[in-house]
């Protein structure tokens, strides 16, 4: 990457294309040095795409379901072959450190592939049966045509995966349009499916703006599915312009994650829980721990004993493995979030300020007394900034989880096992953690409710974004009038 090359940002029909519009530079944000430069793709390379995803459904949908295990179990084993160019790669073009790329990203990245190679041979339908009595009911589960996918910066290969493997294990032909600011690895991705023995044209990459490429995706009439993986308002939008076909529409957005700490809780596991859940990809995590709700009697010690972890978290080079945190995704974005910590009325216990280097990079942060109305407690952060405020029991503790617009996660932190029980019950949101916050598993599904989205990402029911549901009923009597015809012609057809 050192002389700044030009990088095709398209992948069409299993090949590498270079977009018809303008350049975008592509920085290292921790150290601001220049990856390349992209061609940003058009309205017309977002049309050459889905055509090629359309001439490839009906063979790649055909396809035997071991075929298509086969191939993604192939897709796995490149990747495991060259996960250190994936680390190295997803580090430089999101500043995050090399440790989290490579204990975190790839191999959650193959391990979501290797699920999905499993899964593809598992779809089926329910039961069929003589409902009526005159005919055999069965259930056909088809692929659901050429789905159309964007995904965000902050895990740029693992948003690939999630909203891209699904669809192709369950027959589906994908056009998925990164995030210009992160191209690099969902491309590496999709020339290694062609390597894998995916055909041409099943799977194809778009780098282009929101404004133009996102939105001439969303907007095709040849796209059957729109995924999409971002924030609200723009997944809102994403929504809108799917509408003018009828497209259906998938969304994984925005969060605002409680993190509720009841009166018996283990302390040093709740501090630890929260540095850990509130800074992991300096906190550009949707499901990130971002409010904190502690119990009176415990906030004191709470807030000490955050605020000592989050002073020990090393803030610096990403490709250092002794690096905890590296840096923001972009610099306009990293003057966002201090914007909105210097706007706060909170306390600021630490951090609040960007240390001295030059890259986008932002000290962990811990706001307390934060007012209920402050944006710093309503809105998306997306950096590595922890707000923290005391409750007054567990209606009140619940009250405030879910005092907020979205639902994506939240954490439950007791020693309680019918405290836990009501947590998980009454908090509104896709993943409720009980004493921990973060893990996630390919076999269990990712989505949230409310302003959150709807649908779900991983584990097979993700399935049920890409695929329809169609009844086939059978007659099985043989005869020419059935008994039914009678609301058409009472008296019999011979009478
Ligand atoms: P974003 O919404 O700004 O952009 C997401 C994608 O949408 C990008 O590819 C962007 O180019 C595209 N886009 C922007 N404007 C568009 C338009 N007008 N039409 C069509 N596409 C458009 O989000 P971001 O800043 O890249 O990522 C951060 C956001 O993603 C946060 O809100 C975070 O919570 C969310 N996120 C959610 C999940 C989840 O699973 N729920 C996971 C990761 C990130």
């Not at 995916?198 to 703006?209: A, E, R, S």
């Not at 999409?228 to 509408?243: D, E, L, Y």
């Not at 947590?423 to 989505?447: F, K, L, T």
């Amino acid at each position: 990457m050192a002389n700044a090359p030009d990088v095709a940002g398209c992948w069409i029909d299993g090949r590498a294309v270079f977009g018809g519009g303008a350049e975008l530079a592509l920085d290292n944000p921790a150290t601001t040095d220049r990856l390349g430069t992209v061609r940003l793709a058009t309205e017309s390379d977002v049309d050459a795409a889905v055509k090629s995803a359309r001439s490839s459904f009906l063979d790649w949908s055909r396809a035997m379901p071991s075929h298509r295990s086969a191939v993604l179990a192939e897709l796995a084993r490149l990747v495991k072959r060259d996960a250190d160019e994936f680390a190295q790669e997803e580090m430089l073009q999101t500043g995050k450190s090399i440790r989290l790329a490579t204990e975190f990203d790839v191999p959650g990245s193959i391990d979501n592939i290797e699920f999905f190679a499993g899964a593809a041979r598992n779809l089926e339908g329910r039961a069929s049966a003589e409902y009526s009595g005159e005919h055999t009911s069965s259930i056909r589960r088809e692929a659901v045509g050429v789905v159309g996918s964007i995904t965000p910066w902050n895990y740029p290969l693992q948003m690939a995966v999630w909203k891209a493997i699904p669809a192709l294990a369950a027959g589906c032909c994908v056009v998925l349009k990164p995030s210009e600011l992160t191209p690099l690895t969902t491309l590496r991705l999709a020339r290694l499916a062609t390597e894998a023995g995916l055909p041409d044209g099943v799977f194809n990459v778009i780098t282009g703006t929101g404004p133009e490429a996102g939105a001439a995706l969303a907007g095709h009439p040849g796209i059957d599915v729109m995924t999409f993986t971002g924030s609200t308002p723009v997944g809102r939008i994403v929504m809108a312009q799917a509408a003018v076909n009828g497209t259906r529409v998938q969304l994984e957005l925005g969060g605002k994650a409680p993190f509720v700490v009841f009166d018996d809780a283990d302390l040093e596991a709740a501090i630890h829980g929260a540095v850990a859940g509130s800074l992991i990809n300096a906190g550009q995590d949707c499901t990130a721990a971002t409010r904190a709700i502690v119990a009176e009697s415990l906030y004191d010690a709470f807030v000490d004993g955050v605020a000592e972890l989050m002073l020990r978290v090393v803030v610096g080079d990403p490709s250092d493995p002794a690096t905890d945190m590296g840096s923001l995704v972009s610099h306009a974005h990293r003057d966002r979030v201090a914007a909105m910590v210097a706007r706060t009325s909170a306390r600021v216990v630490c951090g609040g300020r960007a240390p001295e280097l030059p890259g986008a990079f932002y000290s962990p942060t811990l706001l307390a007394e934060v007012g209920e109305d402050d944006e710093v407690y309503r809105n998306e952060i997306f950096g590595p900034v922890l707000t923290v405020s005391k409750h007054y029991g567990d209606d009140d503790a619940l009250r405030r989880a879910n005092d907020t617009a979205f639902g994506l996660a939240a954490s439950a932190w007791t020693r309680d096992v019918y405290r836990a029980g009501r947590a998980s019950r009454e908090i509104a949101a896709g993943c409720v953690w009980i004493n921990d916050h973060i893990p996630i598993i390919s076999e269990m599904p990712h989505g949230g409710v409310g302003a959150s989205g709807f649908g779900k990402d991983m584990s097979s029911y993700s399935f049920e974004e890409y695929l329809t549901i169609k009844h086939v009923m059978a007659d099985i009597t043989g005869v020419a009038e059935k008994s039914w015809h009678r609301t058409v012609f009472a008296k019999g057809s011979d009478s």
